[in-house]
């Protein structure tokens, strides 16, 4: 990370001081954290024009962040697992049976 950030060598970090090679990590953390909420916030900017566009097809606008991706998720219960399972599964059968019948139809 600080080669890539500083164009170091591998020598030059390893030959830093173990105290200012801490500070350098927290500073570059720092200034990650600071390049990823602006990232954030102009991705939310660009979502929040898409929506007001329609793209979101009725949706309220948290509905359309989470299907972005853009929101944080609560952990999936065992029983919202089990229905993303069977979604999937019942999707994979109308899939398969459709393939089959286009190749019964040639």
Same mark, same amino acid.
Do not use: G, I, S
């Given at each position: 990370m600080i080669q890539a950030r500083y164009g170091w060598t591998d020598n030059q970090v390893n030959s830093l001081p173990f105290q200012s090679? $801490? =500070?350098k990590l927290n500073i570059l953390y720092d200034r990650e954290k600071s390049e990823r909420t602006q990232?954030?916030?102009s991705v939310a900017s660009l979502a929040y024009l898409a929506w007001q566009y329609g793209m979101s097809k009725g949706q309220s606008f948290?509905?359309?962040l $989470? =299907?972005?991706g853009l929101l944080e998720r609560k952990p999936?219960?065992?029983e919202e697992k089990k229905q993303m399972v069977e979604k999937a599964l019942e999707d994979s059968r109308k899939i398969i049976s459709m393939l089959s019948r286009?190749?019964?139809?040639?």
């Open positions: 090679f $801490q =500070n990232r954030n916030a948290e509905q359309h $989470q =299907n972005l999936l219960t065992q286009r190749k019964k139809a040639r």
